[in-house]
Protein backbone atom coordinates (compact mmCIF):
# COMPACT_ATOMS: atom_id res chain seq x y z
CA UNK A 1 0.00 0.00 0.00
CA UNK A 2 2.76 2.58 0.93
CA UNK A 3 3.85 1.84 -2.33
CA UNK A 4 1.13 2.50 -4.68
CA UNK A 5 0.92 5.94 -2.52
CA UNK A 6 4.14 7.06 -2.74
CA UNK A 7 3.73 6.03 -6.88
CA UNK A 8 0.64 8.01 -6.95
CA UNK A 9 1.53 10.64 -5.52
CA UNK A 10 5.35 11.45 -7.19
CA UNK A 11 6.85 14.43 -7.02
CA UNK A 12 7.00 16.72 -10.65
CA UNK A 13 10.48 16.91 -11.96
CA UNK A 14 13.20 19.08 -10.21
CA UNK A 15 13.07 21.64 -12.95
CA UNK A 16 9.10 22.18 -12.07
CA UNK A 17 9.99 23.19 -8.68
CA UNK A 18 11.27 26.73 -7.89
CA UNK A 19 13.56 27.82 -4.70
CA UNK A 20 12.81 30.34 -2.02
CA UNK A 21 14.68 33.64 -2.46
CA UNK A 22 16.51 33.60 0.46
CA UNK A 23 18.51 36.43 -0.55
CA UNK A 24 16.61 39.24 -0.01
CA UNK A 25 18.13 41.90 2.33
CA UNK A 26 16.54 43.35 5.17
CA UNK A 27 15.69 46.57 5.11
CA UNK A 28 16.89 49.57 6.58
CA UNK A 29 13.28 50.03 7.96
CA UNK A 30 13.12 46.33 9.53
CA UNK A 31 16.70 46.95 11.05
CA UNK A 32 15.85 50.50 12.52
CA UNK A 33 12.48 48.49 14.10
CA UNK A 34 14.39 45.50 15.19
CA UNK A 35 17.10 47.67 17.13
CA UNK A 36 14.05 49.50 18.18
CA UNK A 37 12.66 46.61 20.30
CA UNK A 38 16.24 45.70 21.18
CA UNK A 39 16.64 49.09 22.94
CA UNK A 40 12.98 49.12 24.57
CA UNK A 41 13.94 45.84 25.85
CA UNK A 42 16.92 46.32 27.41
CA UNK A 43 15.45 49.55 29.42
CA UNK A 44 12.50 47.46 30.70
CA UNK A 45 15.03 44.93 31.69
CA UNK A 46 16.99 47.54 33.76
CA UNK A 47 14.02 49.59 35.11
CA UNK A 48 12.43 46.23 36.45
CA UNK A 49 15.30 45.58 38.08
CA UNK A 50 15.62 49.10 39.18
CA UNK A 51 12.04 48.58 40.55
CA UNK A 52 12.10 45.36 42.50
CA UNK A 53 15.58 46.86 44.33
CA UNK A 54 13.91 49.74 45.28
CA UNK A 55 10.70 47.54 46.73
CA UNK A 56 12.04 45.54 48.35
CA UNK A 57 14.78 48.45 50.28
CA UNK A 58 18.35 46.75 48.92
CA UNK A 59 21.01 49.36 50.04
CA UNK A 60 23.65 49.86 47.57
CA UNK A 61 26.72 49.98 48.89
CA UNK A 62 29.17 49.29 45.61
CA UNK A 63 28.63 49.05 42.34
CA UNK A 64 30.15 45.84 41.72
CA UNK A 65 27.23 43.26 42.01
CA UNK A 66 25.37 45.70 39.64
CA UNK A 67 28.08 45.70 36.84
CA UNK A 68 28.35 41.99 37.31
CA UNK A 69 24.55 41.91 37.06
CA UNK A 70 24.36 43.65 33.74
CA UNK A 71 27.19 41.70 32.35
CA UNK A 72 25.65 38.38 33.61
CA UNK A 73 22.51 38.88 31.81
CA UNK A 74 23.28 40.44 28.40
CA UNK A 75 25.26 37.28 27.95
CA UNK A 76 22.43 35.32 29.55
CA UNK A 77 19.93 37.07 26.81
CA UNK A 78 22.59 36.67 24.63
CA UNK A 79 22.43 32.87 24.71
CA UNK A 80 18.38 33.24 24.60
CA UNK A 81 19.12 35.38 20.77
CA UNK A 82 21.32 32.69 19.61
CA UNK A 83 18.94 30.29 20.26
CA UNK A 84 16.53 31.94 18.66
CA UNK A 85 18.27 32.32 14.64
CA UNK A 86 19.96 29.01 15.59
CA UNK A 87 16.55 26.74 16.39
CA UNK A 88 13.50 28.00 15.53
CA UNK A 89 15.10 28.27 11.98
CA UNK A 90 13.45 24.78 11.85
CA UNK A 91 10.32 26.14 12.45
CA UNK A 92 10.07 28.61 9.04
CA UNK A 93 12.23 25.87 6.73
CA UNK A 94 8.77 24.21 6.14
CA UNK A 95 6.85 27.27 5.04
CA UNK A 96 9.45 28.56 3.68
CA UNK A 97 10.21 26.12 0.85
CA UNK A 98 6.56 25.36 0.32
CA UNK A 99 5.96 28.59 -0.51
CA UNK A 100 2.93 29.10 2.30
CA UNK A 101 4.80 32.38 3.49
CA UNK A 102 7.97 34.80 2.04
CA UNK A 103 10.99 34.16 4.20
CA UNK A 104 10.66 37.88 5.94
CA UNK A 105 6.86 37.53 6.61
CA UNK A 106 7.79 33.99 7.97
CA UNK A 107 10.19 34.57 10.30
CA UNK A 108 8.30 37.83 11.80
CA UNK A 109 5.33 35.02 12.35
CA UNK A 110 7.68 32.49 14.17
CA UNK A 111 9.23 35.57 16.04
CA UNK A 112 5.95 36.22 17.64
CA UNK A 113 4.83 33.01 18.28
CA UNK A 114 8.25 32.22 20.31
CA UNK A 115 7.55 35.56 21.84
CA UNK A 116 3.97 34.30 23.01
CA UNK A 117 5.33 30.54 24.11
CA UNK A 118 7.85 31.89 26.41
CA UNK A 119 5.34 34.17 27.91
CA UNK A 120 2.89 31.39 28.89
CA UNK A 121 5.05 28.80 29.71
CA UNK A 122 5.21 27.07 32.97
CA UNK A 123 8.14 27.03 34.28
CA UNK A 124 8.82 23.45 35.10
CA UNK A 125 11.73 23.44 32.70
CA UNK A 126 13.55 26.11 33.65
CA UNK A 127 14.03 24.62 37.56
CA UNK A 128 14.76 21.20 36.23
CA UNK A 129 17.60 22.54 34.12
CA UNK A 130 18.91 24.57 37.46
CA UNK A 131 18.80 21.12 39.64
CA UNK A 132 21.65 19.68 37.31
CA UNK A 133 24.07 22.08 39.22
CA UNK A 134 26.16 21.45 41.78
CA UNK A 135 24.39 21.96 45.36
CA UNK A 136 26.81 23.55 46.82
CA UNK A 137 27.38 26.20 43.61
CA UNK A 138 23.82 27.39 43.63
CA UNK A 139 23.84 27.91 47.14
CA UNK A 140 26.86 30.15 46.71
CA UNK A 141 25.71 31.50 43.07
CA UNK A 142 26.61 34.86 44.35
CA UNK A 143 30.11 34.51 44.95
CA UNK A 144 33.00 34.06 42.78
CA UNK A 145 33.01 30.72 41.66
CA UNK A 146 29.21 31.09 40.95
CA UNK A 147 29.80 34.11 38.62
CA UNK A 148 32.25 31.78 36.90
CA UNK A 149 29.95 28.93 37.03
CA UNK A 150 26.96 31.29 35.07
CA UNK A 151 29.70 32.70 33.11
CA UNK A 152 30.96 29.62 31.75
CA UNK A 153 28.03 27.63 31.05
CA UNK A 154 26.41 30.20 28.82
CA UNK A 155 29.61 31.64 27.22
CA UNK A 156 30.34 27.80 26.13
CA UNK A 157 27.26 27.09 24.82
CA UNK A 158 27.01 30.27 22.90
CA UNK A 159 30.05 29.47 21.41
CA UNK A 160 29.37 25.73 20.40
CA UNK A 161 26.13 27.11 19.25
CA UNK A 162 27.86 30.03 16.81
CA UNK A 163 30.18 27.53 15.70
CA UNK A 164 27.48 24.87 14.51
CA UNK A 165 25.17 27.69 12.84
CA UNK A 166 27.80 28.89 10.85
CA UNK A 167 28.34 25.67 9.32
CA UNK A 168 24.77 25.26 8.59
CA UNK A 169 24.55 21.94 11.25
CA UNK A 170 21.20 22.22 13.09
CA UNK A 171 23.07 21.28 16.47
CA UNK A 172 20.70 21.69 19.46
CA UNK A 173 20.84 24.50 21.69
CA UNK A 174 19.16 22.21 24.73
CA UNK A 175 22.02 19.57 23.80
CA UNK A 176 25.03 22.37 24.13
CA UNK A 177 24.02 24.02 27.90
CA UNK A 178 23.19 20.78 29.62
CA UNK A 179 26.63 19.69 28.17
CA UNK A 180 28.25 23.14 29.40
CA UNK A 181 26.30 22.42 32.68
CA UNK A 182 27.97 18.98 33.23
CA UNK A 183 31.47 20.55 32.45
CA UNK A 184 30.81 23.09 35.20
CA UNK A 185 29.72 20.46 37.36
CA UNK A 186 32.46 17.97 37.09
CA UNK A 187 35.48 20.56 36.96
CA UNK A 188 34.09 21.93 40.25
CA UNK A 189 34.22 18.54 41.67
CA UNK A 190 37.67 18.05 40.77
CA UNK A 191 38.83 21.18 42.06
CA UNK A 192 37.40 20.57 45.36
CA UNK A 193 39.40 16.96 45.17
CA UNK A 194 36.41 14.80 44.92
CA UNK A 195 35.63 12.35 41.57
CA UNK A 196 34.37 14.32 38.44
CA UNK A 197 31.31 11.95 38.60
CA UNK A 198 30.48 13.68 41.93
CA UNK A 199 29.55 16.91 40.63
CA UNK A 200 26.27 16.60 38.89
CA UNK A 201 22.75 15.47 39.89
CA UNK A 202 23.57 12.29 37.07
CA UNK A 203 19.84 10.61 37.65
CA UNK A 204 18.20 13.97 36.43
CA UNK A 205 20.96 14.12 33.96
CA UNK A 206 19.89 11.08 32.69
CA UNK A 207 16.30 11.82 32.56
CA UNK A 208 16.95 14.45 30.90
CA UNK A 209 19.71 12.40 28.10
CA UNK A 210 16.81 10.24 27.85
CA UNK A 211 14.57 12.76 26.53
CA UNK A 212 17.36 14.20 24.22
CA UNK A 213 18.28 10.82 22.69
CA UNK A 214 14.35 9.54 22.23
CA UNK A 215 13.11 13.18 20.67
CA UNK A 216 14.81 12.58 17.38
CA UNK A 217 13.70 8.95 17.14
CA UNK A 218 10.38 9.83 17.95
CA UNK A 219 10.29 12.93 15.52
CA UNK A 220 11.75 10.44 12.97
CA UNK A 221 9.45 7.57 13.36
CA UNK A 222 6.23 9.34 14.24
CA UNK A 223 6.50 12.08 11.23
CA UNK A 224 7.03 8.99 8.89
CA UNK A 225 4.38 6.90 9.98
CA UNK A 226 2.06 10.39 10.12
CA UNK A 227 2.85 10.78 6.56
CA UNK A 228 1.75 7.47 5.87
CA UNK A 229 -1.49 7.83 7.40
CA UNK A 230 -2.40 10.98 5.59
CA UNK A 231 -1.35 9.58 2.20
CA UNK A 232 -4.20 6.72 3.31
CA UNK A 233 -6.96 8.72 4.82
CA UNK A 234 -6.45 12.55 3.12
CA UNK A 235 -6.27 11.45 -0.90
CA UNK A 236 -5.29 15.06 -2.32
CA UNK A 237 -2.56 14.27 -4.83
CA UNK A 238 -1.46 18.24 -4.66
CA UNK A 239 -1.03 17.78 -0.63
CA UNK A 240 2.24 15.34 -1.58
CA UNK A 241 3.62 17.08 -4.57
CA UNK A 242 6.21 19.47 -4.91
CA UNK A 243 5.45 23.06 -4.50
CA UNK A 244 4.42 24.81 -7.55
CA UNK A 245 7.40 27.44 -9.52
CA UNK A 246 4.73 29.98 -9.27
CA UNK A 247 2.08 31.06 -6.48
CA UNK A 248 1.34 29.76 -3.30
CA UNK A 249 0.02 25.91 -2.30
CA UNK A 250 -3.62 25.90 -2.03
CA UNK A 251 -5.70 27.76 0.75
CA UNK A 252 -6.35 24.78 2.89
CA UNK A 253 -2.30 23.59 2.47
CA UNK A 254 -1.12 26.51 3.07
CA UNK A 255 -3.16 27.40 6.20
CA UNK A 256 -2.19 24.13 7.69
CA UNK A 257 1.65 24.55 7.37
CA UNK A 258 1.11 27.68 8.72
CA UNK A 259 -0.67 26.82 11.71
CA UNK A 260 1.68 24.32 11.91
CA UNK A 261 5.12 26.60 12.30
CA UNK A 262 3.08 28.84 14.58
CA UNK A 263 2.31 25.46 16.91
CA UNK A 264 6.11 24.49 16.68
CA UNK A 265 7.45 28.10 17.43
CA UNK A 266 5.53 28.44 20.07
CA UNK A 267 6.46 25.10 21.61
CA UNK A 268 9.83 26.38 21.00
CA UNK A 269 9.52 29.35 23.37
CA UNK A 270 7.85 27.46 26.07
CA UNK A 271 10.24 25.01 26.04
CA UNK A 272 13.66 26.25 25.30
CA UNK A 273 12.97 30.11 26.73
CA UNK A 274 12.52 28.26 29.79
CA UNK A 275 16.64 27.60 30.32
CA UNK A 276 17.57 30.99 29.79
CA UNK A 277 14.89 31.88 32.06
CA UNK A 278 16.16 29.32 34.63
CA UNK A 279 20.20 30.68 34.51
CA UNK A 280 18.40 34.41 34.79
CA UNK A 281 17.03 33.95 38.08
CA UNK A 282 20.21 32.01 39.51
CA UNK A 283 21.82 35.38 38.03
CA UNK A 284 19.43 37.33 39.97
CA UNK A 285 19.73 35.32 43.58
CA UNK A 286 23.31 35.53 43.18
CA UNK A 287 23.48 39.84 42.76
CA UNK A 288 20.30 40.92 44.58
CA UNK A 289 19.15 38.56 46.71
CA UNK A 290 16.68 40.78 48.91
CA UNK A 291 14.57 41.31 46.00
CA UNK A 292 14.46 37.89 43.91
CA UNK A 293 15.71 35.13 46.26
CA UNK A 294 12.42 34.80 48.08
CA UNK A 295 9.06 35.33 46.28
CA UNK A 296 7.69 38.28 48.02
CA UNK A 297 4.39 37.96 46.10
CA UNK A 298 3.21 35.28 47.94
CA UNK A 299 0.16 36.56 49.88
CA UNK A 300 0.49 36.86 53.71
CA UNK A 301 -2.40 34.39 54.30
CA UNK A 302 0.16 31.24 53.23
CA UNK A 303 2.23 31.87 55.93
CA UNK A 304 -0.38 29.65 58.24
CA UNK A 305 -0.68 27.31 55.51
CA UNK A 306 2.98 26.79 55.59
CA UNK A 307 3.63 26.58 58.94
CA UNK A 308 0.70 23.45 59.27
CA UNK A 309 2.53 22.08 56.55
CA UNK A 310 5.78 22.28 57.68
CA UNK A 311 4.98 21.07 61.21
CA UNK A 312 3.28 17.67 59.15
CA UNK A 313 6.43 17.19 57.46
CA UNK A 314 8.39 17.33 60.36
CA UNK A 315 6.13 14.79 62.53
CA UNK A 316 6.90 12.89 59.23
CA UNK A 317 10.49 13.17 59.17
CA UNK A 318 10.83 12.90 62.72
CA UNK A 319 8.79 9.44 63.14
CA UNK A 320 11.15 7.69 60.45
CA UNK A 321 13.74 9.34 62.40
CA UNK A 322 12.94 6.94 65.02
CA UNK A 323 13.70 9.24 68.01
CA UNK A 324 17.17 10.58 66.60
CA UNK A 325 18.37 14.24 67.10
CA UNK A 326 21.04 15.90 65.30
CA UNK A 327 23.10 18.25 67.63
CA UNK A 328 24.29 21.53 65.56
CA UNK A 329 23.89 22.64 62.31
CA UNK A 330 21.88 20.08 60.38
CA UNK A 331 22.90 21.62 56.67
CA UNK A 332 25.84 19.99 56.35
CA UNK A 333 24.31 16.98 56.54
CA UNK A 334 21.31 17.63 54.45
CA UNK A 335 24.05 18.81 51.80
CA UNK A 336 26.27 15.80 51.74
CA UNK A 337 22.99 13.87 51.00
CA UNK A 338 21.79 15.91 48.14
CA UNK A 339 25.43 15.86 46.99
CA UNK A 340 26.49 12.42 47.15
CA UNK A 341 22.80 10.65 47.38
CA UNK A 342 23.78 8.67 50.17
CA UNK A 343 21.00 8.05 52.70
CA UNK A 344 22.63 7.85 56.56
CA UNK A 345 21.06 7.36 59.94
CA UNK A 346 21.83 11.28 60.33
CA UNK A 347 19.48 12.28 56.97
CA UNK A 348 16.04 12.35 58.42
CA UNK A 349 17.00 13.86 61.89
CA UNK A 350 18.90 16.47 60.55
CA UNK A 351 16.11 17.14 57.43
CA UNK A 352 13.60 17.47 60.46
CA UNK A 353 15.63 20.01 62.32
CA UNK A 354 16.49 21.91 59.50
CA UNK A 355 12.37 22.08 58.59
CA UNK A 356 11.83 23.40 61.83
CA UNK A 357 14.39 26.33 61.80
CA UNK A 358 12.71 26.86 58.76
CA UNK A 359 9.19 26.84 60.30
CA UNK A 360 10.47 28.75 62.85
CA UNK A 361 11.98 31.44 60.86
CA UNK A 362 8.71 32.42 58.82
CA UNK A 363 6.96 32.01 61.79
CA UNK A 364 9.03 34.71 63.76
CA UNK A 365 8.48 37.41 60.58
CA UNK A 366 4.99 36.86 59.45
CA UNK A 367 5.71 36.40 56.13
CA UNK A 368 7.67 36.07 53.30
CA UNK A 369 8.14 39.80 52.18
CA UNK A 370 8.67 40.75 56.21
CA UNK A 371 11.93 38.78 55.89
CA UNK A 372 15.14 41.06 56.40
CA UNK A 373 17.51 41.59 53.58
CA UNK A 374 20.30 39.93 55.91
CA UNK A 375 18.01 37.42 56.55
CA UNK A 376 16.90 36.40 53.15
CA UNK A 377 19.55 34.50 51.75
CA UNK A 378 19.60 32.26 54.67
CA UNK A 379 16.25 31.05 54.30
CA UNK A 380 16.33 30.75 50.29
CA UNK A 381 19.26 28.32 50.78
CA UNK A 382 17.75 26.38 53.61
CA UNK A 383 14.15 26.24 51.68
CA UNK A 384 16.45 24.71 48.53
CA UNK A 385 17.99 22.58 51.14
CA UNK A 386 14.93 21.38 52.29
CA UNK A 387 13.44 21.05 48.64
CA UNK A 388 16.23 19.06 47.36
CA UNK A 389 16.34 16.63 50.06
CA UNK A 390 13.17 15.93 49.54
CA UNK A 391 13.12 15.77 46.01
CA UNK A 392 15.52 12.70 46.40
CA UNK A 393 13.81 11.48 49.57
CA UNK A 394 11.03 10.78 47.16
CA UNK A 395 12.80 8.64 44.81
CA UNK A 396 15.28 6.97 47.34
CA UNK A 397 14.05 3.30 48.46
CA UNK A 398 16.46 3.39 50.96
CA UNK A 399 13.76 6.14 53.06
CA UNK A 400 11.06 3.25 52.79
CA UNK A 401 8.46 6.01 52.88
CA UNK A 402 5.12 5.26 52.92
CA UNK A 403 1.94 6.90 50.36
CA UNK A 404 1.05 8.94 53.78
CA UNK A 405 4.94 9.79 53.90
CA UNK A 406 5.13 10.99 50.44
CA UNK A 407 1.63 13.01 50.27
CA UNK A 408 3.19 15.20 53.52
CA UNK A 409 6.49 16.08 51.97
CA UNK A 410 4.49 16.51 48.50
CA UNK A 411 2.66 19.33 50.09
CA UNK A 412 5.58 20.62 52.04
CA UNK A 413 7.65 20.57 48.82
CA UNK A 414 4.96 22.44 46.62
CA UNK A 415 5.10 25.26 49.67
CA UNK A 416 8.60 25.51 49.54
CA UNK A 417 9.01 25.20 45.61
CA UNK A 418 6.48 28.55 45.69
CA UNK A 419 8.95 30.96 47.83
CA UNK A 420 11.80 29.75 45.91
CA UNK A 421 10.89 28.70 42.60
CA UNK A 422 9.15 31.63 40.61
CA UNK A 423 10.10 33.30 37.38
CA UNK A 424 8.88 37.63 37.53
CA UNK A 425 6.53 38.67 34.41
CA UNK A 426 9.47 40.99 33.28
CA UNK A 427 12.22 38.15 33.27
CA UNK A 428 9.86 35.73 30.81
CA UNK A 429 9.15 39.14 28.79
CA UNK A 430 13.21 39.83 28.56
CA UNK A 431 13.83 36.36 27.42
CA UNK A 432 11.07 36.52 24.62
CA UNK A 433 11.92 39.85 23.32
CA UNK A 434 15.60 38.42 22.81
CA UNK A 435 14.37 34.88 21.65
CA UNK A 436 11.70 36.25 19.28
CA UNK A 437 14.00 38.91 17.75
CA UNK A 438 16.93 35.99 17.26
CA UNK A 439 14.23 34.57 15.75
CA UNK A 440 14.35 36.93 12.68
CA UNK A 441 17.98 37.22 12.26
CA UNK A 442 20.80 34.67 10.93
CA UNK A 443 18.65 31.61 9.85
CA UNK A 444 19.35 31.37 6.65
CA UNK A 445 21.83 28.99 7.02
CA UNK A 446 19.53 26.59 8.74
CA UNK A 447 16.96 26.76 7.04
CA UNK A 448 19.05 26.02 4.27
CA UNK A 449 19.86 22.49 5.58
CA UNK A 450 16.93 21.60 6.44
CA UNK A 451 14.66 22.77 3.51
CA UNK A 452 17.15 21.14 0.92
CA UNK A 453 20.32 19.03 2.08
CA UNK A 454 18.24 16.40 4.45
CA UNK A 455 16.04 14.74 1.66
CA UNK A 456 16.90 14.26 -2.59
CA UNK A 457 14.03 15.87 -3.20
CA UNK A 458 12.13 19.24 -2.58
CA UNK A 459 10.20 19.33 0.33
CA UNK A 460 6.52 18.88 -0.69
CA UNK A 461 3.49 20.45 1.56
CA UNK A 462 2.68 16.90 3.07
CA UNK A 463 6.34 16.40 4.57
CA UNK A 464 6.20 19.34 6.17
CA UNK A 465 2.85 19.64 7.61
CA UNK A 466 3.74 15.95 9.20
CA UNK A 467 7.00 17.20 10.38
CA UNK A 468 5.56 19.92 12.11
CA UNK A 469 2.90 18.73 13.81
CA UNK A 470 4.75 15.74 15.03
CA UNK A 471 7.53 18.38 16.39
CA UNK A 472 4.29 20.74 18.33
CA UNK A 473 3.46 17.72 19.94
CA UNK A 474 6.66 16.28 21.20
CA UNK A 475 8.19 19.62 22.24
CA UNK A 476 4.26 20.51 23.99
CA UNK A 477 4.74 17.39 25.73
CA UNK A 478 8.12 17.54 27.04
CA UNK A 479 7.13 21.15 28.24
CA UNK A 480 4.42 19.53 29.98
CA UNK A 481 6.74 17.08 32.12
CA UNK A 482 9.48 19.57 32.26
CA UNK A 483 11.69 17.77 29.83
CA UNK A 484 14.36 20.07 27.79
CA UNK A 485 14.48 18.55 24.31
CA UNK A 486 15.26 20.04 20.87
CA UNK A 487 13.76 21.85 18.63
CA UNK A 488 16.46 20.71 16.39
CA UNK A 489 16.24 17.43 16.73
CA UNK A 490 12.83 16.74 16.52
CA UNK A 491 12.27 18.59 13.78
CA UNK A 492 15.26 17.61 10.98
CA UNK A 493 14.48 13.95 12.24
CA UNK A 494 11.08 14.35 11.22
CA UNK A 495 11.75 15.64 7.76
CA UNK A 496 14.01 12.95 7.46
CA UNK A 497 11.71 10.74 8.39
CA UNK A 498 9.01 11.97 5.77
CA UNK A 499 11.62 11.44 3.25
CA UNK A 500 12.36 8.09 3.99
CA UNK A 501 8.76 7.46 4.00
CA UNK A 502 7.76 8.72 1.05
CA UNK A 503 10.73 7.03 -0.76
CA UNK A 504 12.01 10.41 -1.97
CA UNK A 505 15.87 9.40 -0.90
CA UNK A 506 17.76 10.92 2.28
CA UNK A 507 21.07 12.72 1.71
CA UNK A 508 23.49 10.86 3.82
CA UNK A 509 26.06 13.10 4.06
CA UNK A 510 23.81 15.78 5.64
CA UNK A 511 22.69 13.29 8.05
CA UNK A 512 26.04 12.00 9.15
CA UNK A 513 27.24 15.92 9.50
CA UNK A 514 23.64 15.74 11.74
CA UNK A 515 24.71 12.51 13.78
CA UNK A 516 28.15 14.00 14.23
CA UNK A 517 26.95 17.13 15.52
CA UNK A 518 24.78 15.30 17.91
CA UNK A 519 27.66 13.28 18.94
CA UNK A 520 30.16 15.77 19.71
CA UNK A 521 27.91 18.70 21.29
CA UNK A 522 27.64 16.85 24.32
CA UNK A 523 31.54 16.37 24.92
CA UNK A 524 32.95 19.42 23.29
CA UNK A 525 30.37 20.98 25.28
CA UNK A 526 31.93 20.06 28.46
CA UNK A 527 35.03 20.28 27.87
CA UNK A 528 34.79 23.44 26.60
CA UNK A 529 32.74 24.78 29.74
CA UNK A 530 35.10 22.96 32.60
CA UNK A 531 38.03 24.83 30.84
CA UNK A 532 36.25 28.15 30.87
CA UNK A 533 35.20 27.79 34.48
CA UNK A 534 39.13 26.37 35.17
CA UNK A 535 40.34 29.76 34.01
CA UNK A 536 37.36 32.10 35.48
CA UNK A 537 38.11 30.66 38.89
CA UNK A 538 42.00 31.65 38.14
CA UNK A 539 40.89 34.99 37.67
CA UNK A 540 39.87 35.77 41.51
CA UNK A 541 43.06 36.01 42.50
CA UNK A 542 43.34 39.28 40.44
CA UNK A 543 39.90 40.49 41.68
Known amino acids: MTTIATQDYAAPPPAAVKKPDLDKPM ?38 P ?59 VAFGIVSLLPVELILQVGSEAGFAMVFAMLIAAIIWNLGTWWLGLPASSSHTLIGSIIGVGVANALMRGRDGTSGVDWGKATEIGYALLFSPIVGFVCAAGLLLLM ?49 IMLILIGTVPTAYALNRALPPGEVASFIESSHAASQTVESIAGGHHVIGD ?72 TKADLASLAAYKKHLDAATRFVPDWVKISVAVALGLGTMVGWKRIVVTVGEKIGKSHL ?3 QGAAAELVAMGTIAAADTFGLPVSTTHVLSSGVAGTMAANGSGVQMSTVRSLALAWVLTLPCAIALSALLFVIFRQFERFI
Request: hydrophobic content about 50%; proline content about 5%.
Open 27 to 64: SMRTLIALLAVLGLGLFFTAFSIYRDVSAAGTSVKSAL
Open 66 to 124: FVLLGVALLIALGFEFVNGFHDTANAVATVIYTHSLAPPVAVVWSGFFNFLGVLFSTGA
Open 231 to 279: KLLVRKPELYAAPKAQGAPPAWIRGLLIFTSAGVSFAHGSNDGQKGMGL
Open 330 to 401: PRPIVTAYIASHEFTEGTMPALAALIRDIAGQVDRYGSIAAIPATSVGNVRNDMYLASEAIRFLQKDKAAAL
Open 460 to 462: TYG
